[in-house]
C-alpha cells in the first residue's frame, strides 16, 4: 500500500546486469512507489545458480 493506505503502484529500475551461467542478472535495483520520493535501493554483490540444497531446510517445524 502507499503511505495513505491504499494500493500503490511500484516502479523497479533495474540495471548493473552481469551475466552469470549465461544469463543476464540485474546487480543493482531501485523501487518507489508511482510519485512518491521514498526510495528503496538494493545491490546484489554475489548470485549462485542451483546451488546444493539440504532437503532437511524444507521439513515443516515438529510441534513439541
Do not use: C, M
Not at 11 to 19: H, K, Q, S, T
Not at 41 to 63: G, R
Amino acid at each position: 500500500p502507499g503511505p495513505d493506505g491504499t494500493p500503490a503502484q511500484l516502479e523497479n529500475d533495474l540495471g548493473d546486469y552481469r551475466e552469470t551461467g549465461g544469463i543476464a542478472i540485474p546487480h543493482f535495483i531501485r523501487s518507489r512507489v508511482r510519485g512518491g520520493t521514498d526510495v528503496i535501493e538494493i545491490a546484489v554483490s554475489e548470485v549462485e545458480l542451483d546451488p546444493p540444497l539440504d532437503p532437511a531446510e524444507f521439513k515443516p517445524p515438529q510441534n513439541d
